[in-house]
């Protein structure tokens, strides 16, 4: 499979993780639109939000719920945006279900144009900053 994230489920591609379960994994966005932009995606392959099974549907918005109030603590941030987009025609570029989410600050104008970390040390600070310790 040539799946970037079926590689990066399967640790074959290396990830900024901030999260993982038996059913998914969520790591910081290589281009964010905002810095701590993170994705939750499914580990089984499944290409459409309609494809998804119910089941793992439902574990996977109860991460991104969870996640995301971890995100307005931790990071802290005003809000954030959920983003899950389904077929190129609606610029999903990876064909495997995931979630966006995306930290919003009040007084910062939406800007939906990919940025950048300023280096891999400044990527490592965010994921430091966001990984989700259950133990």
């Known amino acids: 499979m040539n799946c970037i994230f079926c590689k990066i489920v399967d640790g074959s ?3 900024s993780k901030i999260y993982e379960d ?5 790591f910081l966005d ?12 499914p580990k089984c392959h499944v290409a459409l939000l309609t494809e998804l099974p119910a089941e ?5 918005i109860s991460v991104v719920q969870r996640l995301s109030a971890h ?5 802290p ?6 983003l899950q987009n389904n077929g190129s025609c609606a610029t999903q570029t990876v064909p495997h279900v995931h979630f966006h ?6 007084g910062k104008a939406l ?6 970390y300023a280096s891999g040390e400044e990527m490592k600070l965010f994921q430091a900053r966001l990984t989700v310790n259950e133990k």
């Open 22 to 26: 038996d059913h998914v994994v969520a």
């Open 71 to 75: 995100l307005l603590k931790c990071l």
């Open 30 to 41: 290589i281009s964010p639109f905002e810095k701590g932009h993170f994705l939750v995606v």
């Open 56 to 60: 793992l549907l439902t574990h996977t």
């Open 111 to 116: 800007n939906w144009i990919s940025g950048a």
């Open 101 to 106: 989410i995306i930290p919003r600050f009040n």
């Open 77 to 82: 941030c005003d809000g954030f945006n959920l």
């Open 13 to 15: 591609i290396p990830s």
